[in-house]
């Protein structure tokens, strides 16, 4: 990874509201003068090197790279598999965390911004087989085509459902291109799994689940990262396997 320079980033006050929605900025001072940047503004956090590690992963303490292939290697070692000979998917691939864990066959990185792609290519260039920049919730047939060139036989996607990165059709259409029988694993806030959500995640993954789309090996709660506020943040963890297709989200 590129020697990445320290910022110095300035939280805004908590209050419920926006610890809830994730709908903060953070102050970056550069050159001697305050900008302001969305939690969400991954193209410019990506263009500065580092300050996405800095800023999740250091200052918020995020879990959750290190976790989910964790847990895919002890699935994969109680099942008797080798991780070794995995083709993998890693859906909202971003900056490559994820990729860079996962000593598989192959890794294809997939990702809706240029600007992840980049950042992963300056950062971390050996993440990735392929790293393609698409919308996966309309995918071309020449893209269907090519992902299923690499006969893909697991699926990842951490830290990038339910806030409108990944929406329900995207991650449908990236489940369906794995082979029957592949590994799955992915995280998602605990509030996008309750009967309030909006953004059609609970509804799936009860779909999944109840259908036996996904034959769930293991569903753990875990601290994700810490809020702007300092409490944490939890998510839920999937490790399965895939048993069939999903039908076309709405």
Not at 36 to 46: L, P
Not at 168 to 179: L, R, S
Not at 202 to 208: F, N, R, S, T, Y
Not at 218 to 234: A, N
Request: net charge negative; hydrophobic share 45%.
């Amino acid at each position: 990874m590129t020697t990445a320079t320290k910022y110095t980033i300035t939280l805004p006050p908590a209050d419920h509201a926006t610890v809830m929605a994730e709908q903060w900025s953070f102050q970056l001072l550069e050159d001697g003068r305050q900008t302001s940047i969305g939690a969400h503004d991954y193209a410019a956090i990506f263009r500065r090197p580092g300050l996405y590690e800095q800023l999740f992963y250091e200052r918020l303490r995020c879990t959750s790279p290190r976790l989910a292939s964790e847990a895919l290697l002890s699935a994969l070692a109680n099942d008797t598999g080798d991780v070794h000979r995995l083709r993998v998917l890693d859906l909202g691939a971003g900056n490559g965390m994820v990729g860079e864990l996962l000593p598989a066959a192959r890794v294809i990185g997939l990702d809706i911004s240029a600007d992840a792609r980049d950042a992963c290519l300056r950062d971390r260039p050996h993440a990735y087989d392929a790293y393609y920049v698409a919308d996966m919730a309309d995918p071309d047939d020449e893209l269907l085509k090519q992902l299923g060139e690499w006969e893909i036989d697991a699926f990842v996607s951490i830290s990038a459902l339910g806030f409108g990165d990944v929406p329900v059709a995207a991650f449908v259409n990236a489940y369906n291109v794995v082979a029957d029988g592949g590994w799955v694993v992915f995280n998602i806030r605990e509030n996008f799994l309750d009967a309030r959500d909006t953004s059609g995640f609970a509804e799936l993954v009860k779909e999944m689940t109840s259908t036996g789309a996904l034959r769930v090996h293991r569903m753990e709660r875990y601290r994700h990262r810490d809020s702007i506020d300092g409490d944490p943040l939890f998510y839920y963890l999937f490790v399965g396997r895939k048993a069939h297709d999903l039908g076309a989200a709405a």
